[in-house]
């Protein structure tokens, strides 16, 4: 028994022509006069410089047989007589598995796996680079995947080259005028890529003065500032459309397909991220005043103060708590000096707020992405002085359990080996002990007051960082949520496939069955996977168990820095 892969709309007598590697797979029929004459025009179409990228990938066709369709078959689908050339003749039973001739413009085709959908070209680089070093792929396994894989280009190119053949048949290669027009317009959108692509070359390679200064920057400017690595990310969206108007070759439906998501999904999330600046925009212009007035309650109420009551609160034995008086005020005058140092330059920036204010409408103009990048700056401005206060009490509190970690191992007769990194036993001398005793009453009376401090700064710290991750992560979501590949899943599944199946049904008179080639939907595990892998670095880095563990080992609390969030959406 032989199988033929025969296409589900083809129903006429002929020479079908097609591959016979690595199975037979029928493309198409030919109604020619004899075989000669279909093999001659099959020959001139492998000699076309548009069907070269599709032989790579497919094979050159070939004329497999003649056929003649049955009129008293049994199925809804074709089953014709077929009297093979090659591979199986007609005295063999032959099972038919039909498959569907998705047409060029359709941009549905079919794909092995969910990795057969190429929805981000970096996907595909790591996934190459993986497969390098994964030994368990052995070269059978490697050959019969690629098998496969030049069997499903082959169903992907059916139509095309049926149509390419029909145009051969009537001696038109391509419309002159479409061709032209088609031309022009490729050749517009790549000379705009051309010279956005030597306009950057330029910047980075120009020896001019004001260039280089801007470059250096702009290089060292976006590792502190959203708004900067926001520019960033909007420049290189820009370059990812206009990649995505370059010519594919002829017969790749696959890095057809994934080139029209990456440049829709990208297209949509630039026109949305702008529509929702402009509103916010004619929102922050109508309520100037109420933002003015929020701005000053937020930024000079309650952040100077509040903070300013809370410190002489706890200077002042609160709530029965008798902390270190001569530290609680040192503690408690070294922060409000530091704050009142703040507020005094706060004051001279308040007249400069509305322009500010302004800066920032002009900001969401530019969609709603660059006003948060703008918020996320403004926030770590304003909120430096709770950042130095922070930094002063955790280092203190930091060197505190330190020394008393070492007291630990000093009253228990043993020392931390830093060659081997353990714990081994000594022995002190008496006079070490008594300087550790010495210690150990100094810590015991002053570790309260630092605690009790430390406690108050952390909690603001966190405060500000969980308000960080909210913006944050308000900014991935608006920057690389996938809304078009999503809307494509739903509306179209067979232009996003995410593997093979065989579907059976039984014949019109029940006595066998048709097999059909069908396409499993792209799985949303897939379509949101680098956005779930943002999501996790998120989650992981502002877990509340990690900051809790921050906060009681007494290490520094930061946020999650830029490179982690780039590398998944590059």
């Known amino acids: 028994m ?13 020479f079908c022509y097609g591959w016979d590697h690595p199975t037979l797979c029928v493309a ?29 990938i497919c094979g050159a066709p070939r004329v497999l047989g003649r056929c003649v369709l049955s009129p008293f078959a049994r199925s809804s689908y074709p089953q014709p007589d077929v009297d093979m050339f090659c591979g199986s003749s007609r005295a063999h039973s032959t099972t038919y598995i039909y498959y569907h001739r998705h047409d060029v413009n359709s941009l549905r085709f079919y794909a092995l796996d969910s990795d057969g959908t190429r929805l981000f070209e970096l996907q595909d680089e790591i996934l190459r680079w993986s497969l390098k070093h994964d030994f368990s792929h052995t070269t059978s396994l ?5 098998t496969w894989q030049i069997l499903v280009n082959q169903w992907n190119s059916a ?61 060292y400017s976006r590792e502190f500032s959203i708004a900067v690595q926001q520019i960033e990310s909007r420049a290189r969206k820009l370059r990812r459309l206009l990649r995505g108007v370059q010519p594919v ?85 070294s922060f409000m000096g530091l704050i009142a140092l703040w507020n005094r330059g706060f004051r001279t920036v308040i007249p ?61 007769g043993r020392r931390h080996n830093v060659l081997r990194n ?73 232009r996003s496939p995410g593997g093979i199946y065989m579907r059976v049904e039984p014949t019109n008179g029940g006595h066998g069955v048709d097999v059909f080639v069908e396409s499993h939907p792209l799985p949303f595990a897939v379509t949101f996977s680098q956005y779930v892998e943002l999501w996790k670095r998120l989650a992981k880095h502002y877990h509340p168990f990690r900051l809790v563990w921050y906060v009681v080992s007494g290490r520094v609390l930061d946020t999650i820095p830029r490179t982690y969030v780039h590398s998944t959406t590059r």
Not at 142 to 146: D, P
Not at 375 to 399: E, K, N, P, W
């Open 2 to 14: 032989s199988s033929i892969f025969w296409p589900c709309d083809v129903a006429r007598s002929g």
């Open 28 to 56: 198409g029929v030919l109604e020619a006069e004899e075989d000669s004459h279909a093999e001659t025009l099959l020959q001139r179409v492998a000699r076309s410089a548009e069907t070269r990228a599709l032989i790579e």
């Open 142 to 146: 490697r050959s019969a995947s690629n």
């Open 159 to 219: 139509k095309f080259l049926e149509q390419f053949i029909e145009r051969e048949q009537r001696g038109q290669t391509i419309d002159i005028q479409e061709h032209s027009a088609r031309f022009k317009e490729t050749s517009n959108f790549a000379a705009i890529y051309e010279k956005f692509h030597c306009t950057i070359d330029a910047i980075e390679s120009s020896t001019n003065l004001f260039w280089r200064v801007t470059s250096f920057v702009f290089v």
């Open 249 to 333: 070759p002829n017969g790749d439906m696959r890095l057809k397909s994934s080139q029209y998501i990456e440049f829709y999904n990208t297209l949509w999330i630039i026109l949305n991220d702008l529509i929702i600046g402009i509103a916010l925009r004619q929102f922050l212009r109508q309520d100037r005043q109420a933002f003015l007035h929020l701005f000053k309650l937020v930024f000079e109420d309650k952040a100077v103060h509040e903070i300013r009551q809370i410190l002489l609160w706890l200077d002042s034995w609160p709530a029965g708590l008798k902390l270190n008086t001569e530290l609680s005020r040192f503690y408690s005058h």
């Open 352 to 412: 400069l707020i509305p322009m500010l204010l302004g800066a920032l409408e002009l900001g969401s103009a530019f969609g709603v992405t660059m006003a948060l990048a703008m918020v996320c700056d403004i926030v770590c401005v304003f909120m430096a002085h709770v950042q130095l206060c922070y930094l002063v009490s955790v280092t203190v509190y930091g060197h505190l359990l330190r020394l008393a970690a070492s007291l630990w191992n000093l009253f228990r």
């Open 422 to 494: 353990r714990t081994d036993p000594w022995d002190y001398d008496v006079d070490q002990l008594l300087l550790g005793t010495i210690l150990f009453t100094l810590i015991a009376y002053l570790f309260p007051t630092v605690l009790v401090y430390y406690i108050l700064f952390a909690t603001m710290r966190v405060s500000i960082i969980l308000v960080y991750a909210s913006l944050e992560t308000a900014l991935a979501f608006m920057n690389y949520f996938p809304l078009f590949a999503l809307m494509l899943r739903v509306k179209d599944p067979q």
